[in-house]
């Protein structure tokens, strides 16, 4: 069955030949993540988790700008709102709500592409630190605002070291500073830097192409092995792991497919659907 994007508040949404194109759509607000916004987000991951039809997602801002942050608004209703029946602080279920977001994203077996254009602040740079490919303008403006506000960027933090490295994520966290995509490029937040949208754009259907030349299911199980590497372990189990997906993707469909198409001298099935389907 054809996946039917769903309706939703503060997402402009479309799917085609297998691209999922996710327009954060708040532009009055520079796309500062709501709480709805944060819901349909991680409602709209989980939906798509176990479809190989969805093979990329580009997450992309409306009207100039990626995010810029988490919505202000929000959080004074929840320091304003009183703990809940469990007791919880309702401002650490809101930040932890968001933190929920930025690991589905992380985890999601679908190759995710960030195209990151004026404001990437605080909430916005977590998600394009958990983009397996992340695209920016030169003239984009990042940046970790939050301890200039009284506030550490505590679900952003970790995802943040895993791009950059404790030594860099430090500075950027303490400091507060903005950068350019140029900057962003140099530091690794982002893959590559380009001077005006002609040249984003090219880039990014550069990327899909690459992208859809590689088979779903075995996107998939490489980004569990990275993740798996990433963050350590017994060496052993992991060498068990990544053994045993190899051998389930050499077995399965798409193994085979590669095989006979490589073989044969022509693409695969997976490639020429992601081009025509």
Partial sequence: MTFEPPSC????????????????HRPE????????????????????????????????????????GGDVKDMAAARAAEPGAD????????????????????????VVIAVLEGSVFGGGLGLACVADV???????????????????????????????GLSQARRLAVTGARFDGTEAARLGVVHEAHPDIASLDAALARVLEEVMRCAPDAIAATKR????????????ALIEEAARLFATAARGPEGQEGTMAFIEKRLPAWAKSGKDS
């Fill in 9 to 24: 508040k503060t997402l402009l949404l479309r799917f085609e030949k297998g691209v999922l194109y996710v327009t954060i």
């Fill in 29 to 68: 607000a520079r796309n500062a993540m709501s709480l709805v916004m944060v819901r349909e987000l991680s409602d709209l991951f989980a939906s798509i988790e176990p479809r190989r039809d969805v093979r990329t997602v580009v997450l992309r801002g409306a009207g100039g700008h990626f995010s810029a």
């Fill in 87 to 110: 007791g919880k602080d309702p401002i650490a279920v809101v930040n932890a709500q968001f933190g929920e977001l930025v690991g589905r994203v992380n985890r999601a077996p679908q």
């Fill in 134 to 164: 992340a695209l920016a303008l030169t003239s984009a403006s990042l940046g970790l605002p939050e301890t200039g506000l009284g506030l550490p960027p505590a679900q952003i933090a970790p995802f943040l070291v895993q791009r950059l």
């Fill in 225 to 236: 092995i990275l993740q798996a590497s990433h963050l350590g372990g017994d060496s052993n």
